[in-house]
């Protein structure tokens, strides 16, 4: 994940950047490992998951064992759920 580190590291980098909110969406083909690793970069860049990233990353998730693996590894981080069938958007709803 070179390019995704340089990019942390370009809004890490300068207050000019601070109002720039970006979306990491995850595609319903990705492993829960690849959230992990984005996380990960984020973390080596800036360990500040709550105040930093939390106001300048947000996941878009697709997979519910995605999803799960993303809330345990960085808790406060927004996250877009993105569904892929009117039965897992429901469950996620919790209709």
């Excluded at 690849?34 to 697709?62: C, H, Q, Y």
Aim: one cysteine or more.
């Amino acid at each position: 994940m070179p390019a995704f580190k340089r990019l942390a590291e370009l809004l890490a980098s300068s207050s000019d950047y601070s109002n720039v909110q970006l979306m990491l969406d995850a595609n319903k083909t990705n492993e829960p490992w690849v959230t992990s690793k984005a996380i990960e970069v984020l973390k080596e860049v800036n360990p500040d998951m709550t105040g930093f990233w939390a106001k300048r990353m947000a996941l878009g998730i697709r997979r519910e064992d995605v999803l799960a693996a993303t809330e345990k590894n960085a808790p406060k981080l927004p996250i877009v759920f993105i569904p892929v069938s009117l039965c897992l958007a429901r469950k996620f709803i919790g209709h």
